[in-house]
């Protein structure tokens, strides 16, 4: 991961010291499917992509000028209150709490929009102030229904069909109608538009991934996977159809469920590596974002731990732990249980399930663009998912740290009318697969459960 600004987090050698590498790719906006115009921002015009997530939110601000992100931020979904994945919180809607859910999201969303137009307001020429034409908000398919005020009870049971597909406009008035905001961040005849939802599990923003990842542009043989909580992934193949289905993961990959877990923020141990001492003994290190003391986990670091404790022999291709007490010490008093051992594997199976559909699907002999998305899939490194036997070793030498593709996809349709069309034909193209409908679906999950 290489920033716009190093921020000196300790996951590469960084110094420090704002980049002007041009060859360095800024991975918080995502990447877009078509080169940015660039040059000087001629007007104060600017549209704005959102993006709902289960854990996080987060907003992007494009000059409509030079297509170029001017700013983003983000923050933790408020949500995350009520259940840290879409099935509690789904139940938590049916049980009354609804409004609750959608009240919470809506005045964060609110919040985000305005910081980001006062650090947006910091970049355009002096005495230009941001006027946005335009709103994007993508999300999966359950955050956008709540979002939105929707019954999610189809949600909830079997055949799991969407309260709506959106593909359509609002107005900001009406995303923000009925919640106590008494500062709205933006007009409320600003055009608001939400992509489509292939499914009840394949929401907007991996509709939005797929438009970035260049889904519909050619018929190369290409798989997206957005990994998170909720795993999307597709397949498109050379006839053009597209084959989507979703994994649920879990929150794990986010730290959430793991007793010395957190987010991927300062102290968090975010990789490892194997040290020789010169003498043939091997042990352990661990990168800490900020290079301080170590007061926990983040998904990356769990990854990456496994990988080298599984190399060291220290835990078996079962997920067992090789000592008696069934705890290994990493950094500064953080350890790693048996329990989030077992955790992880859950959620690394649910992902490698999806993708060996996927790949069984491709045809033979040729290669596939593999693209990871969403911050865990971005940041994590290829070789320790391969190690742990997470990523099929056929999208290996192939894969690409695509970032936040839901943010700069729903950017791309606001941008350029093309993209939209291929967000449409994307929808159009799409069939999604439930793996919990395959006849051998058990089997697959268990025997993926092993290292």
Avoid: W
């Avoid at 289960?54 to 030079?66: R, V």
């Amino acid at each position: 991961m290489i920033c716009e600004i190093c921020r000196h987090c300790g996951l590469c050698e960084g110094d420090g010291k704002s980049s002007a590498d041009e060859k360095m790719t800024i991975l918080s906006a995502g990447i877009l499917p078509f080169k940015a115009r660039g040059g000087e921002i001629a007007d104060s015009k600017v549209c704005i992509a959102v993006d709902i997530g289960t854990t996080t939110i987060a907003a992007a601000c494009y000059s409509l000028s030079t297509q170029e992100c001017l700013e983003s931020v983000s923050s933790v979904n408020p949500q995350r209150a009520f259940g840290n994945d879409v099935v509690s919180r789904i139940q938590f809607a049916l049980s009354g709490g609804a409004k609750r859910l959608r009240d919470c999201v809506v005045c964060e969303v609110n919040s985000l929009l305005s910081r980001l137009l006062a650090k947006t307001s910091l970049k355009l020429p002096r005495g230009f102030r941001p006027e946005t034409t335009c709103l994007c908000i993508t999300g999966n398919t359950t955050m956008l229904s709540l979002a939105f005020a929707l019954d999610v009870s189809s949600l909830a049971l079997a055949p799991f069909s969407p309260p709506s597909t959106f593909g359509t406009y609002f107005l900001y008035g009406d995303f923000i109608s009925g919640t106590r905001i008494s500062f709205p961040a933006l007009s409320s005849d600003t055009p608001l538009f939400v992509p489509h939802c292939a499914g009840a599990f394949f929401g907007a923003d991996a509709i939005c991934t797929l438009v970035a990842c260049g889904f519909g542009k050619d018929d190369k043989v290409k798989i997206a996977a957005d990994v998170g909580t909720n795993c999307e992934m597709a397949l498109q193949l050379p006839t053009g159809k597209i084959i989507c289905t979703a994994s649920a993961a879990g929150p794990a990959f986010e730290g959430c469920g793991i007793e010395f877990g957190m987010s991927a923020k300062e102290g968090a141990i975010a990789s490892a590596a194997i040290k020789d001492d010169g003498f043939g003994n091997k042990a352990f290190e661990f990168s800490v974002i900020g290079k301080t003391r170590a007061k926990g986990i983040c998904g990356t670091g769990l990854l990456s731990a496994l990988s080298v404790l599984l190399t060291l022999d220290l835990v078996d291709k079962s997920g067992e732990i090789k000592n008696e007490s069934g705890v290994i010490l990493l950094r500064d008093g953080v350890t790693l249980s048996q329990k989030d051992i077992r955790a992880l594997q859950l959620a690394k199976s649910a992902v490698k399930t999806g993708l060996d559909f996927l790949v069984e699907k491709c045809p033979d002999g040729v290669a596939v663009e593999f693209f990871l998305a969403g911050g865990f899939g971005t940041t994590m490194k290829i070789e320790d998912a391969t190690s742990i036997s997470m990523i099929p070793h056929r999208l290996e030498k192939n894969a690409v740290a695509a970032g936040n593709t839901a943010l700069s996809g729903a950017a791309a349709i606001m941008l350029e009318s093309e993209m939209k069309e291929r967000a449409l034909r994307i929808f159009k193209n799409a069939e999604c697969v439930n793996l919990a409908d395959l006849s051998d679906f058990q089997e697959r999950f268990i025997s993926n459960l092993d290292f």
